[in-house]
């Protein structure tokens, strides 16, 4: 079954940097796009960013652009979002979501969701 | 960016009932639209893609509609286990926006 656990999150000042991770399980890793998503506390889902399956195209969201960055390592079914200059506005969850894995060259929507893993920016 | 917006924000409903969730996109986007079930602490759920496919193992009494710029979540009979926050997404374009989210209470 398909199974993803993120990891990385904690507190961090404003301004420091973080790096959080998703291994994935359970399918062909290297075969589909991966996305992630935040939640605020008690807000909405929004999207963050998305990469494609071989790493060759990576979509942000304006709010982290030139910020974040996705990566990916298929050897080790390991999806990374390393986050700088971290703001208190980026304190959410952070979920992994594997992509549904049709042709869309900037991908569609999450089938499956990890748990997700907490990132505090405060002083 | 394509703007989401779902009607209403929050509801009182009782099991049995019949709902529906509406969600309107700011320009069209075909049938590019996911639904999601949140529960609290929990992580989303899929529950519906290309505005009217049942994900797998999701419950028949769930249904999808619409295309272009009018969606709708309908829910034909409300069961216990169905009291939580329903989202919709656009992947139409990128940033694949959310709707802000309807809440589904108990009356």
């Known amino acids: 079954q398909v199974q993803l656990v993120e990891s990385g999150g904690g507190v961090v000042q404003p301004g420091g940097s973080l790096r959080l991770s998703c291994a994935a399980s359970?399918?062909?890793?290297?075969?589909?796009?991966m996305h992630w998503v935040r939640q605020a506390p008690g807000k909405g889902l929004e999207w963050v960013a998305f990469i494609r399956y071989d790493g060759s195209n990576k979509y942000y969201a304006d709010s982290v652009k030139g910020r974040f960055t996705i990566s990916r390592d298929n050897s080790k079914n390991t999806l990374y979002l390393q986050m700088n200059s971290l703001r208190a506005e980026d304190t959410a969850v952070y979920y992994c979501a594997k992509d549904s894995g049709s042709i869309a060259a900037a991908g569609t929507w999450g089938d499956y969701w990890g748990q997700g893993t907490l990132v505090t920016v405060s002083s | 960016a394509i703007r989401m917006t779902q009607s209403p924000s929050s509801f009182s409903a009782s099991t049995g009932d019949r709902v529906t969730i509406t969600c309107r996109a700011s320009q069209g986007i075909s049938s590019y639209l996911a639904w999601y079930q949140q529960k609290p602490g929990k992580a989303p759920k899929l529950l519906i893609y290309?505005?009217?496919t049942l994900q797998s193992g999701v419950p028949s009494r769930f249904s999808g509609s619409g295309s272009g710029t009018d969606f709708t979540l309908t829910i034909s009979c409300l069961q216990s286990e169905d009291f939580a926050t329903y989202y919709c997404?656009?992947?139409?374009?990128?940033?694949?926006?959310f709707g802000q989210g309807t809440k589904v209470e108990i009356k």
């Open positions: 359970g399918f062909t890793f290297s075969s589909y796009g």
């Open positions: 290309a505005a009217s």
């Open positions: 997404q656009q992947y139409y374009s990128t940033p694949k926006t």
